[in-house]
């Protein structure tokens, strides 16, 4: 989730007439981090230990 949200960010900046793909983009690195943090700590995400 986070490496598709770099990748939106990116092609956003590049694409001038794309504001929306940074919006995405942001969104989803943000959403990526936090499970990344919450799975790091143990702690169950939506009823599961584990995110393969």
């Known amino acids: 989730m986070i490496v598709l949200g770099i990748i ?11 504001k929306i793909l940074v919006t995405i983009g942001a969104i989803l690195i ?5 499970l990344a943090i919450l799975g790091g700590t143990g702690r169950a ?6 995110w393969y």
Do not use: D, N, P, T
């Open 30 to 34: 943000v959403v990526g981090l936090v």
């Open 8 to 18: 939106l960010l990116i092609l956003g900046l590049l694409v001038a007439s794309l």
């Open 45 to 50: 995400i939506g009823g599961r230990k584990h």
